[in-house]
């Protein structure tokens, strides 16, 4: 027969306080009751625990052998209550994200910051990517969610809309378009073009509104990231049109704004796992990012930005 978690319990406090009185009343149980399991543990044992000397009970030198382990036992135990009740406080845990560059440079870093402020021994790892990668993360669990610019590619019920914006054209500041306060594919024909691959969602949406204005989309310069686009106009390599959220945050000197018409939306999701919710930790920071981009809705550069109304899953925050 063993000893239970209980009894070993009362040989502890009966060790630290050196009465049953007084390990009663940190135990929260009555004195009888310890007396009780005290005199089980003996038996069990096969040895006396306790001595009595000048009014107290000294553990004997087999219990002494026994104190050092028992005082492990109870600080992992203590541990582990600690670490649910962080758990429950949502104070403690790791969240992975798969995120879009453009997303991932605009909407996580101040969330995290303002996440972190309440919760900062949660462990976050965010993966950059291109949208395609960051569904495949999400849809493989690799990820407690993703952020990506529609169309994700996601089923319904999966996705959760940030907020919406226009595509929009730049061009380097002094370029004979910068006077304009919008472009067309027309006026683009013949100057060079940045844009993204056909294969990815921006570029889909970019070749749509090409061939919707019956103009043939001719692409000078081909990349897969927003922030080497704006890099490439800055130079002066050519125009590009690009994501709204890149740009959402303020202005950039050295390059120029244009809406492009006709107005091409485009979303930022947040893609929730196949199997069903994300952590209560992973959901609060979402709340955190969805805060970050209501911030960023109400920012002056932001016209035609619509930001969703959101209810997460299970109203975990």
Known sequence: MLLTLRQLQVVRAVSQWGSVTRASMALGVSQPAVSMLLRESAGIAGFPLFVRRQGRLQPTAETRVLIADLDRVFEGVERVNRLIEDMRDQKVGTIHIAATPTLADNLVPPAVALFRKTRPHVRITIHTMDNLSVVAKVDNEQADFGLALSP??????????????????????????????????????????????????????????????????????????????????????????????????????????????????????????????????????????????????????????????????????
């Open 152 to 317: 994700a590619g996601v089923r319904e019920g999966r996705i959760v809309e940030l907020g919406a914006a226009d595509l929009v054209c730049i061009v380097p500041s002094g370029h004979a378009l910068a006077d304009r306060v919008s472009v067309t594919p027309h006026d683009l024909a013949d100057v060079p073009l940045i844009s993204f691959s056909r294969s990815l969602p921006l570029g889909h949406l970019v070749e749509q509104a090409f061939r919707a204005a019956g103009i043939a989309q001719r692409i000078a310069l081909e990349v897969n990231q927003s922030s080497v686009a704006c890099a490439l106009v800055r130079a002066g390599a050519g125009v590009a049109i690009l994501d709204p959220f890149w740009l959402l945050d303020g202005a950039d000197r050295q390059i120029v704004k244009l809406r492009l018409e006709p107005r091409t939306p485009v979303a930022a999701h947040a893609l929730l796992p196949p199997s069903g919710s994300p952590s209560r930790v992973a959901l609060r920071l979402l709340a955190a990012i969805q805060s970050a981009a209501a911030r960023l809705g109400s920012s002056p550069s932001s016209a035609r930005y619509r930001q969703a109304t959101i209810t997460l899953p299970g109203g975990a925050v």
